[in-house]
């Protein structure tokens, strides 16, 4: 494949939620940056996954937006655009992650608090120096793609809005609402209502599954010492990515399942060939990715939060979840301890070993 310039790496991490209740059996060893699951060809054998970083079960909120997400807030400060994502089956902490609850926020509220503090640092420390008042706006967005369509959450019974590029190759929807913030509160009087305008349906998995791509956009401009600076930040809140053959949806479900699987599909292939440094990338191959073109490889900053349930009743989605996560894995064979590379990708040359793989349906 032909190479080009490096682009930025999407930083993928895994976050493993704990476990819901006590006593319950486990299927996920978490040890340094690795990740460990039973090989379910094989059950002599673990699966190791290694990540930039895996976050265990007891690892805080503000751990998880310290490490992940607030250097690259700094990026958007200079005017680079910055994207982090939730990925994962639903029930195993994405939401969580991203939004968190009142007495525990996630990484939503906490940007947007980091964000102004930013901003009065830099005015107080101007102040300080007698330098000339830097200016800064800051602009809130809030969409959902559902089924392949895009819908503006700070109006109700918004219709599908287009997805453009300008002039200078920047991504926009036309007509979205953007709300200009000055402060948390006013983002907290937005966002609260909008997030009830989302579109959510039960599924045999989990009550209230979100099916569909939550999409909070910041555009941060800054005036400093006669130079603009215009950052975007994209902070998403994925559908959920289990296998939707064992969910027991059928008719419009299934037809949500297949609009998710395709747009998380083509985001795993957009991940992959930024990581390898490929050149053709195929953004255009769903909406989702379409939206991200300017804020996902080239010189963007991006991370990919892979949120993992611990219980062993998730174990088919957890493996799934880790391969789309990583390509490369090793497997360790557990009473003798060595290790052997299996990557990537996996499937593609099974090793002596093993049995023929499985098909999904079978595990
Ligand atoms: P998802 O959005 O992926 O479907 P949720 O974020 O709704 O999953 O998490 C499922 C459940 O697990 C929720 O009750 C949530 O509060 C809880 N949960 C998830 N992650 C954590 C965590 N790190 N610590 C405590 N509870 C968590
Ligand atoms: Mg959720």
New binding site residues.
Partial sequence: MEKRTPQTKVKVVVRV??T?KDNVNTCVTAGGNTIQIVNHRNKEENLQYEFSSVYHETASQQIVFTECVEPLLKNAFQGQNVSVFAY?P???????TMLGVLRDPGIIPRTVKSLFSMISEEVETAAVQSLPPPQHSVTFSYLEIYNEKVKDLLVSGSTDLPIREDASHNIFVSGLTEKAITDFEAFKDYFGPATSNRTVAATKL?EC??RSHSILMLKVLRKVQGRTYRGKIYLIDLA?SEDNRRTGNSGMRLKESFAINKSLFVLGEVVDAINHNQIRIPYRNSKLTRLLQDSIGGSCHSVMIT?IAPEQHYYYDTYCTLNFATKSKKIVNVNTASVKDESPPASAKPTAKLPPAKRRSDV
């Fill in positions: 939620r704990p819901l994962g639903t029930g195993a902490g994405k939401t969580h989990n599954s979100s959920g949120n």
